[in-house]
């Protein structure tokens, strides 16, 4: 018979462990918010439901180790981003504009990070552009950047 609610002042810390929980054995469980630290799954995760579930998110500067399939919400740059094929990359978005109108990709004006442009690839962008002292831009060979 599965579990399905746990009191949690009823287990003493470090008892349950997987000896003791079956797979399937808990059909549902309410753990306050920051009740688990961490979590290392086998196999996907399913999340089912209406509501929405919270990622991480921190600064450019708090990101944490690269690994391809990472995925957060930069609040530097105010967007969701992921790690693919040695870069951190724009998640989602795209062309923007008044009601359905999909007419309008903006960029910032001035490059502050080192940027290589992903091989086998081409960039764009446009208007005045400032590249920070110190700050590289790598276009590999075959690749283009143009600025219109």
């Given at each position: 018979?599965?579990?399905?609610?746990?009191?949690?002042?009823?287990?003493?810390?470090?008892?349950?462990?997987?000896?003791?929980?079956?797979?399937?054995?808990?059909?549902?469980?309410?753990i306050a918010d920051g009740g688990v630290a961490s979590v290392d799954l086998a196999s996907n995760?399913?999340?089912?439901?209406?509501?929405?579930?919270?990622?991480?998110?921190?600064?450019?500067?708090?990101?944490?180790?690269?690994?391809?399939?990472?995925?957060?919400?930069?609040?530097?740059?105010?967007?969701?981003?992921?790690?693919?094929?040695?870069?951190?990359?724009?998640?989602?978005?795209?062309?923007?504009g008044g009601g359905s109108d999909q007419v309008f990709i903006e960029n910032d004006q001035t490059?502050?990070?080192?940027?290589?442009?992903?091989?086998?690839?081409?960039?764009?962008?446009?208007?005045?552009?400032?590249?920070?002292?110190?700050?590289?831009v790598t276009v590999p060979s075959g690749a283009r950047w143009v600025v219109v």
């Amino acid at each position: 018979m599965p579990l399905t609610r746990i009191k949690s002042s009823a287990i003493a810390t470090g008892v349950v462990g997987s000896t003791q929980l079956a797979d399937g054995g808990v059909a549902s469980v309410d753990i306050a918010d920051g009740g688990v630290a961490s979590v290392d799954l086998a196999s996907n995760m399913v999340l089912t439901g209406t509501d929405s579930i919270t990622l991480p998110k921190g600064t450019t500067a708090q990101r944490g180790t690269a690994a391809d399939g990472k995925f957060r919400f930069n609040t530097t740059l105010n967007q969701f981003e992921g790690y693919s094929n040695s870069a951190w990359g724009a998640v989602g978005g795209g062309a923007t504009g008044g009601g359905s109108d999909q007419v309008f990709i903006e960029n910032d004006q001035t490059v502050t990070t080192n940027y290589t442009i992903s091989t086998n690839k081409n960039a764009v962008s446009a208007g005045t552009l400032t590249v920070n002292s110190g700050v590289t831009v790598t276009v590999p060979s075959g690749a283009r950047w143009v600025v219109v």
